[in-house]
């Protein structure tokens, strides 16, 4: 039998929203950022989103092995969250990316600052 903890939950939840956040900042930046051009596929736009469709993935992936260091990754990938939705905004006509990276921002911060 399992046994569960209070926070596997949270873990789980901050697991998913960290792999949608991954998947719709590659999806934008691979379909509409490329589609758009200009400003949209300037280095530093384009670079923060796959960055942070990476460090998303990595969120996820600590937290899915149960690593002791993924409060570290969480709190680095609500850093680069933030940017991302920051920058995405700047643009305009990413809502859907400047949600899902606000929504992982806030879910990892949580993580990283939730005690054992």
Known sequence: MKHS???EPAMQACIEVC???????LKTAMNHCLKTGGKHVEAEHFRLMISCAEICQTSANFQLINSPFHRHVCEVCAEVCEACA??????GGMDECV?????CA???RKMASARH
């Open 19 to 25: 792999s949608h956040c991954h998947q719709v900042c």
């Open 99 to 103: 949600k899902s990276c606000r929504d």
């Open 106 to 108: 806030e879910s990892c």
């Open 5 to 7: 903890t209070h926070t």
């Open 86 to 91: 920051l920058s995405c905004e700047k643009l």
